[in-house]
């Protein structure tokens, strides 16, 4: 079974002071800008998203662990897991699962605070979620005043456009211009 300790200690050992510099300010990290307060390894996202296919046993709670570091590669790997398991869960038509997933994803969406992250997540956890069910979780993030929750409910909503279903994302872009 993967463990938190496990996945931290590849990340100490993978991480890169150098790109990490580059990587905070292209995620505009300083006091005031969108990114304030993120830290990042300077892991690149071919080697998160390895590492991530390692931990797809990670617990829910450990995945939360994750989720709540200021640390931009451990949100993001965490989310790279919940894909993963929610792929599985899909795949294997266990409905009870996708549900706990979306679920989760959402008492946790103030840890799915950047483009990135956003963009990853939305269409592939509550887009895909969502395809055959009420989408009224999507009008209410649109309202919001938190920017993120208002990108999470367009981006969501690409999943829809893949499967030519447009209705959904044109409402919405009109709630949000």
């Given at each position: 079974m993967a463990s938190l300790?496990?996945?931290?200690?590849?990340?100490?050992k993978n991480?890169?002071?150098?790109?990490?510099?580059?990587?905070?300010?292209?995620?505009?990290?300083?006091?005031?800008?969108?990114?304030?307060g993120d830290i990042f390894l300077g892991i690149v996202v071919p080697d998160q998203r390895k590492i991530a296919k390692e931990f797809t046993n990670l617990s829910l709670k450990d995945i939360k662990t994750l989720l709540n570091s200021k640390i931009h590669e451990k949100r993001l790997i965490a989310l790279f897991i919940l894909i993963d398991k929610h792929k599985i869960a899909s795949k294997n038509k266990e409905d009870n699962k996708k549900e706990q997933i979306f679920n989760f994803y959402l008492d946790n969406i103030k840890n799915v605070n950047n483009w990135d992250l956003v963009d990853l997540s939305a269409p592939n956890i509550l887009g895909e979620f969502l395809k055959d069910r009420k989408r009224d979780i999507l009008y209410k993030l649109s309202k919001s005043d938190n920017i993120w929750e208002r990108r999470i409910a367009i981006l969501s909503t690409f999943y829809f456009i893949k499967n030519d279903d447009f209705s959904d994302s044109l409402k919405i872009a009109e709630i949000l211009l």
């Amino acid at each position: 079974m993967a463990s938190l300790k496990k996945l931290e200690k590849i990340l100490e050992k993978n991480k890169n002071p150098e790109k990490a510099k580059v990587l905070q300010g292209f995620f505009k990290t300083g006091k005031g800008q969108y990114g304030e307060g993120d830290i990042f390894l300077g892991i690149v996202v071919p080697d998160q998203r390895k590492i991530a296919k390692e931990f797809t046993n990670l617990s829910l709670k450990d995945i939360k662990t994750l989720l709540n570091s200021k640390i931009h590669e451990k949100r993001l790997i965490a989310l790279f897991i919940l894909i993963d398991k929610h792929k599985i869960a899909s795949k294997n038509k266990e409905d009870n699962k996708k549900e706990q997933i979306f679920n989760f994803y959402l008492d946790n969406i103030k840890n799915v605070n950047n483009w990135d992250l956003v963009d990853l997540s939305a269409p592939n956890i509550l887009g895909e979620f969502l395809k055959d069910r009420k989408r009224d979780i999507l009008y209410k993030l649109s309202k919001s005043d938190n920017i993120w929750e208002r990108r999470i409910a367009i981006l969501s909503t690409f999943y829809f456009i893949k499967n030519d279903d447009f209705s959904d994302s044109l409402k919405i872009a009109e709630i949000l211009l």
